[in-house]
């Protein structure tokens, strides 16, 4: 199986956007659900944004209305706007077969920051 390899971390300042992507070749979107997870200091992973079996896009909280996760034919997507310090963090892209969190593959992460 392809990896899956996360781009576009960086640092930002606080109200700035972001986009994040992953290769997703070799996990076809009617085979996948895929999404996006972080991880913060001291904090448990977490999931971010996830396109489910339906097509239907799942939100935290917390992201919910800055975030849009997509999935065109071999990247998804996290556009991250109006970034707040709390979404620092490592990203990591996922993609589960037949919408299994059983049979998730991960990507290595990549590093958010956002400063005041």
């Known amino acids: 199986q392809e990896p899956l390899v996360e781009s576009g971390g960086g640092s930002v300042q606080a109200g700035g956007p972001l986009r994040l992507s992953c290769m997703t070749s070799?996990?076809?979107?009617?085979?996948?659900?895929t999404g996006w997870f972080r991880q913060s200091p001291g904090k448990a992973r977490e999931m971010v944004a996830y396109?489910?079996?339906?097509?239907h896009r799942q939100y935290a909280d917390s992201v919910r209305g800055r975030f849009t996760v997509s999935h065109t034919k071999e990247t998804l997507t996290l556009q991250m706007n109006n970034l707040k310090p709390a979404d620092s963090g490592t990203y990591f892209c996922?993609?589960?077969?037949?919408?299994?969190?059983?049979?998730?593959?991960w990507g290595q992460g990549t590093q958010v920051t956002v400063s005041t």
């Open positions: 396109k489910d079996s339906r097509s």
């Open positions: 996922v993609a589960d077969e037949y919408c299994s969190d059983q049979r998730r593959s």
């Open positions: 070799g996990y076809a979107s009617n085979k996948y659900c």
